[in-house]
T-cell receptor
């Protein structure tokens, strides 16, 4: 079965530090890749997406992600985090050979130390 | 654009009662998804519709759950009878899809369901 893995359940970083959240997906047909963010009590908001083309994609709030086909990865990065980035982050993948649905990772909870 | 609208935002009910959750997708979107989020199981897809037709309901837990989409602007998720283990946040999401394309899903704010 197609799957998405976010190895880190919880990450804590200091404000101003760099951030990388990992996402790996099971091999399959061409993937469509997304990162969503969820603040407490809120729905999920799209940060960025990759469909094709340049493997480094820019998103909102200063986030970027890089698609590495050889590693089946789509890691999320930010050079300098802000206290407002504290939230839960979800990686999601759809496959061209599959139906319209997305498979979500379990999420990574990000805590920011002042 | 008002985004995806869900109602109610919070629902507290007693075991055995019927619960109906409602969703209005973004105008023009033709795919609608129902998810359930719990601490233990994370975000699970329950069912999704394309052009008002249910495409995949393999995530629906059991016969107590049912979903309908009578038109392009409205969907319901019903639990009858409800049980305490159904307590979760239920999200509705919509997207526009055409042919083999994929697009992002836009999520509603969710309905927090508590079954006592």
């Amino acid at each position: 079965a197609q799957s998405v893995t976010q190895p880190d359940i919880h990450i804590t970083v200091s404000e101003g530090a760099s951030l990388e959240l990992r996402c790996n997906y099971s091999y399959g047909a061409t993937p469509y890749l997304f990162w969503y963010v969820q603040s407490p009590g809120q729905g999920l908001q799209l940060l960025l997406k990759y469909f094709s083309g340049d493997t480094l994609v820019q998103g909102i709030k200063g986030f970027e992600a890089e698609f590495k086909r050889s590693q089946s990865s789509f890691n999320l990065r930010k050079p300098s985090v802000h206290w407002s980035d504290a939230a839960e982050y979800f990686c999601a993948v759809g496959w061209s050979s599959g139906a319209q649905k997305l498979v979500f990772g379990q999420g990574t909870r990000l805590t920011i130390n002042p | 654009d008002a985004g995806v609208i869900q109602s109610p935002r919070h629902e507290v009910t007693e075991m055995g009662q019927e619960v109906t959750l409602r969703c209005k997708p973004i105008s023009g979107h033709n795919s609608l998804f129902w998810y359930r989020q719990t601490m233990m199981r994370g975000l699970e897809l329950l069912i999704y519709f394309n052009n008002n037709v249910p495409i995949d309901d393999s995530g629906m837990p059991e016969d107590r759950f049912s979903a309908k989409m009578p038109n392009a602007s409205f969907s319901t998720l019903k639990i009858q009878p409800s049980e305490p283990r159904d307590s979760a946040v239920y999200f509705c999401a919509s997207s526009f899809t055409s042919g083999g394309s994929r697009n992002e899903q836009f999520f509603g704010p969710g309905t927090r369901l508590t079954v006592l």
